[in-house]
């Protein structure tokens, strides 16, 4: 008689836990959510703000001596307001506002960087996949990725008899080796048991390559191809300074001529943020596309 | 009556430079069809690579395995392994991961429908069709282990090769997973050749248990064959006088006649 009342007691106690147990945490975490983002969002705003706004301080003090070589941030505000405020204008051919110039200079390492990842995913999986390619390619990958990018300009001007297409040419050979080198270990380290996998369903060349090189080296890839999407923004502003035309690296080599330093310190500040951003952006790209694929 | 599968004569060595070292000596095994063989054995005596010849991962240095009297030397889905540590593909779901298979395997002769069919009814077969959208990350690994073997399951395959397949689970996982294997075996009359260490599980899902003596050049001691009438129930069966004196003849030879001496390296 005891022990089933106390198995009673048990029976009828536990089917009424778990309802309370999720009612009340689905109320405490609608209570404390906004307050979470906002805490969340200030502890991530609020140190870089301070900071900015303590470098802007002591570079208006440093500055704001008539003697002082270079512009003081109030000074920037005033001489280039139309660029910070108007990225967008447009008052013919060359007088555009700097967005339209970072526009132009990402269309180069749209293309540069594009063809660098085609051909270096490419090339990468040939390494990974076979050792008599790794012994030939890589001793000379190893000796071609150290060349610093400008000095490749001068031979792509020489190829190409153009200045567009050699800038484009400078991306590519900057940003490919990062993206030939991680797809390579990339490829290297798909475990046997995938290979095995493969082996037994018969998937041709092709197959394996879509189906399970890709995929499972593509944390790899996405390494290379942030690290080479950041060597292309720094090739793309050193080479448009030395071959011209209408991105954000000339206007920079422009505004040096013209003595208008403050455009200058504006065009960085742009060439910052627009480099962050592609970061983020390829960074994004990477975590969503390999979601699940480093987990065991 | 004509073997199914035979394992003539087979030798295994690996060569590492100027040293040869020789794995497997002389295998001779002939499996009929629907059969259900183990192959058990201390570990290192070679039984993984006795499989993987079998599957056609390795190359036999001499000898030869047929199936169906045609000589096999390279992998294919008619010899569908389940891997120890699953190897479902991280990436895809687990439906989509019996699709790569199924696709490849049937893609000509079903159509997207009857394919669709085909790989839940697998699923089903080991209980996991509530899964399959889930990612392999998702699930425990007792339903990783289930999922392989559905894969392995619907490439139709001809022999199903298990390589230690609960090897990696806890016992009461284990112990469901043996009885799901039983249950498919008894369904599908699919000849299976499975690698274990565990006497237990030899002996509840064997017709036949295959005892490789200790390497190098290690080659097969004993076959014993397992009287035992099927359904079979683990419980009925631990009180059983034939299951235990199966399981002591396998352990006889495992722990008297061929111990393990780990010196001997």
Known sequence: MSIQTIEDTTVKVFPAKPAEVIAFTAKARRRIDPIVIAGKLASALVPPAIVIALMLVVWQIACSSPTASLPPPSQVWNEAYDLIAHPFFNNGPQDIGLAWRVLISLQRVAIGFGLAAVVGVALGALVGQSIWAMRGLDPVFQILRTVPPLAWLPLSLAA?????????????????????????????NIPEDYRNVSRILRLNQFEFFVKIMVPAAAPYIFTGLRIG????????????MLTGGVGIGFFIWDAWNSSRLPDIIVALAYIGVT????????????????????AK | MKAYLKLDHIDKSFARGNQVS???KDIRLTIDKGEFVSIIGHSGCGKSTLLNLIAGLTKVSAGAVLLEDKEVDSPGPERAVVFQNHSLLPWLTVYENINLAVSKVLGRSKSRAERHDWIMRNLDLVQMAHAKDKRPAEISGGMKQRVGIARALAMEPKILLLDEPFGA?????????????MDIHSRLGSTTIMITHDVDEAVLLSDRIVMMTNGPAATIGEVLAVPLARPRRRIELSSDRTFLRCREAVLKFLYERHRFVEAAE
């Open chain 2, 169 to 181: 689970l806890d016992a009461l996982t284990r112990a469901h997973l043996q009885d799901a294997v």
């Open chain 1, 160 to 188: 190409f008899r153009d200045s567009s297409p050699s800038a484009i040419f400078v991306i590519f050979i900057t940003s490919i080796w990062p993206i030939i080198i991680n797809t390579a270990v990339g490829v290297r």
């Open chain 1, 229 to 240: 999407i950041g060597l292309s923004w720094l090739a793309i502003v050193a080479a448009e």
């Open chain 1, 275 to 294: 480099g962050f951003c592609l970061d983020r952006l390829v960074a994004a790209v990477g975590a969503f596309v390999t979601r699940g694929t480093t």
């Open chain 2, 22 to 24: 020789e794995v497997l």
